[in-house]
């Protein structure tokens, strides 16, 4: 964005403003989305170890 303000002599506000309003003009509403794919990032959701408990054994 401080590349294009300095390219076209406007502010950076100027230039984020404009992104902002194509943005919306172009992507999609986002309730009306349906996801053919979930995908889920971490495997192991937490680290449990086995400790010996010397007063049980």
């Known amino acids: 964005m401080s590349e294009t303000a300095a390219a076209f002599a406007v ?5 984020r403003a404009a992104l902002t ?3 919306f003009l172009t992507l999609f509403e986002v309730d009306e989305l349906s996801p053919r794919l979930l995908g889920i990032d971490e495997h192991r959701f937490r680290s449990v170890r086995y400790f ?3 007063e049980s054994s």
């Open 11 to 15: 502010s950076w506000w100027l230039v």
């Open 21 to 23: 309003e194509a943005c």
């Open 52 to 54: 010996r408990d010397a």
